[in-house]
């Protein structure tokens, strides 16, 4: 099948299809996405209803708690005789009825009721309400009962309660209790904002099932059996589809911050079926849309994307075929994707040429180059044997000085022209810098002095080859020969998180200014000294690009009459790793 009507069938397949069967589909199963929405809506609404009612509540517990501690209630409660005091009694009045919610309180101690305001429960009364054990069990924990708790919600004079027994501030015994009787505006006020959809209801239920307080006003103190208030009972997302008050309904709740309380929000499922209806209606009108779009697409898009494609397989064909051409574009100001396709594939065929034109020029210089090294190359051996019977005769003839000389220039060429391997390890690279600077004694004498530094611990890193030894021959002979009084050269190494630098320092009269800025440059200096110098240190910067890449090489640091500090960075190497490094 040819692309085009792929794409054609892609279009009906993926767009037309989907449309009509989310037509088809959209009464059914939209009602469920518009249920999951409700329950994530009313799940945020809840959320925010309790956060009003624990600060509400709190608001209460911190007057209690405030008031209790306080001594003239600790002490009102230890006495055994009525209060007959009214500035105590004023007192114990400012400290429970400064919040407008507060409607009347009750202090008890552990034989009778000790004071009251606006209320007058005995005692025995009070042990009989229904939340009584629990207060005791709390010990000390504000409790609260809500009006469908209470009782006060079939009397039509509903409140809420706030109860909570008294501790000795200092031992901590029980010394009584107190009740807060507060106005159920305060629950007024919390649900009365709390936002709902069109016939929904919201509910304060506890753990028994009974509505602590419903804010449609119309079913506290009835009992519920959700089956969240079983504790076996899990839910993704809080909610589930179930009838209240006979009606199929859609059901989310939330777990209070206030212990043993739930929020509930309820909202009857047809309510959200009627939403179904319009979408049902805009995704028939959707389907006649996309059928349109799908052979407008067609026409205007895909037939010219086509023939773009088609123009750049012809030119891979004849790019196999080592053929060049480029392919025509269309002179536009609106440049699209198939037309870049088209424009990189003419930048990829000229560079393609171009890159073939340098590898052909490439391998004739490497081949070159190859036949020339093999003209030149000289057996080892032959060196090797001929320092070893310089060596004997200078040996025979008693003269050390030659002897050392030759040993020295043998080892340090068995590392130059031996050594197979492309690295080595630092001991083995400062061992020729040394045997470099016993040659190089012989011939300057006291001149200069030369010490190395190699921790212990860095000699079996390896390196680039030979990247130390130019350096020190660029300090000894552009830098030190020059100078009337000694020179000093000193070798060290060191180590970072992840490289190895190794510093040549000489005392030297250093670079100017002008010479460190055209160091890696063409410049032509006038002393020629300059020139050599410039040509080694690019060498050995060079070398180590290529090898590691870009991080890696070298460092100037260095002024006039001060000397020369020349770092070289290289990645920390282990034998077994070497064989990893990919030459950039």
Same mark, same amino acid.
Do not use: C
């Given at each position: 099948m040819k692309l085009r009507r792929k794409i054609m069938l892609a279009n009906i397949l993926l767009v037309f299809i989907p449309v009509i069967a989310m037509g088809t589909i959209s009464y059914f199963n939209f009602s469920n996405t518009i249920t999951t929405k409700t329950s994530h809506f009313y799940r945020m609404s809840l959320l925010e209803t309790d956060r009003k009612l624990s600060y509400a509540l709190n608001e209460i517990n911190s007057i209690s708690n405030s008031a209790i501690t306080q001594s003239v209630i600790q002490q009102t409660l230890k006495m055994q005789n009525d209060i007959t005091n009214y500035d105590v009694k004023q007192k114990i009045n400012i400290l429970l009825i400064n919040h407008p919610m507060v409607h009347s309180f009750r202090l008890y101690s552990r034989n009778r009721l000790v004071y009251s305001y606006n209320s007058a429960e005995s005692l025995v009364d009070l042990r009989a309400q229904p939340w009584y054990n629990a207060m005791e069990k709390a010990d000390g924990v504000p409790i609260w009962s809500g009006p469908g708790e209470n009782g006060s919600a079939a009397e039509d004079q509903p409140i809420l309660i706030h109860s909570r027994v008294i501790k000795d501030y200092y031992s901590l015994e029980d010394i009584g209790s107190i009740v807060l009787e507060i106005k159920a505006n305060l629950l007024d006020q919390v649900f009365w904002e709390t936002a709902t959809m069109e016939q929904g209801n919201i509910l304060l239920i506890n753990k028994s099932g009974t509505i602590v307080y419903d804010k449609s006003g119309e079913n506290i103190g009835d009992r519920v059996s959700f089956p969240f208030l079983n504790d076996k009972y899990e839910s993704a997302n809080n909610s589930f589809i179930d009838k209240y008050n006979g009606v199929k309904s859609s059901i989310t709740y939330l777990e209070s911050q206030q212990a043993n309380w739930y929020l509930v929000a309820i909202t009857p499922t047809a309510v959200l079926q009627a939403e179904s209806i319009p979408i049902r209606n805009t995704a028939i009108l959707l389907a006649a849309f996309s059928l349109i779009s799908a052979l407008l697409f067609d026409k205007f898009f895909v037939r010219r994307l086509i023939r773009r494609i088609n123009s750049t397989v012809s030119g891979m064909r004849r790019v196999e075929q080592r053929q060049f051409k480029q392919i025509p574009t269309e002179h536009t100001s609106r440049i699209d994707e198939a037309d870049m396709l088209v424009l990189g594939f003419n930048r990829m065929s000229a560079q393609m040429e171009e890159l073939l034109h340098q590898i052909e020029v490439e391998q004739t210089m490497k081949k070159e180059a190859e036949l020339q090294a093999l003209v030149s190359q000289i057996n080892p051996h032959f060196i090797y044997n001929s320092l070893e019977? !310089?060596?004997?005769?200078? +040996?025979?003839?008693?003269?050390?000085? !030659?002897?050392?000389?030759? /040993?020295? =220039?043998?080892?340090?060429?068995?590392?130059?022209?031996? @050594?197979?391997?492309?690295? /080595?390890?630092?001991? $083995? @690279?400062?061992? *020729? +810098?040394?045997?470099?600077?016993?040659?190089?004694?012989?011939?300057? @004498?006291?001149?200069?002095?030369? $010490?190395?530094?190699? &921790?212990? *611990?860095?000699?079996?890193?390896? $390196?680039?080859?030979?990247?130390?030894? &130019?350096? +020190?021959?660029? #300090? =000894?002979?552009? #830098? !030190? @020969? &020059?100078?009337?009084?000694?020179?000093?050269?000193?070798?060290?190494? %060191?180590?970072?998180?992840?490289? !190895?630098?190794?510093?040549?320092?000489?005392?030297? &009269?250093?670079?100017?200014?002008?010479?460190?800025?055209?160091?890696?440059?063409?410049?032509?200096?006038? %002393?020629?000294?300059?020139?050599?110098?410039?040509?080694? =240190?690019?060498? +050995? *910067?060079?070398? /180590?690009? /290529?090898?590691?890449?870009a991080p890696y090489g070298m460092m100037i640091c260095s002024s006039a009459g001060h000397g020369s500090v020349i770092r070289i960075r290289v990645p920390k190497i282990l034998p077994t790793q070497h064989n990893m490094v990919i030459h950039k």
């Open positions: 019977s !310089i060596n004997s005769m200078a +040996v025979l003839q008693g003269n050390k000085d !030659i002897s050392k000389m030759v /040993i020295s =220039l043998g080892r340090l060429l068995r590392i130059s022209i031996s @050594e197979n391997k492309e690295l /080595i390890t630092l001991q $083995t @690279e400062f061992e *020729h +810098v040394l045997h470099y600077m016993n040659i190089q004694k012989f011939r300057f @004498e006291d001149k200069f002095e030369y $010490t190395f530094d190699l &921790p212990e *611990h860095l000699k079996s890193y390896v $390196t680039q080859k030979l990247i130390v030894q &130019p350096i +020190v021959e660029n #300090a =000894l002979y552009y #830098a !030190i @020969e &020059p100078m009337e009084n000694k020179g000093y050269i000193h070798v060290k190494a %060191s180590e970072g998180k992840q490289e !190895i630098w190794i510093d040549i320092i000489d005392n030297g &009269p250093g670079f100017s200014e002008d010479v460190l800025q055209n160091l890696w440059t063409n410049v032509n200096y006038k %002393s020629s000294k300059y020139k050599d110098s410039s040509v080694g =240190l690019r060498n +050995v *910067h060079e070398r /180590i690009r /290529i090898r590691f890449g």
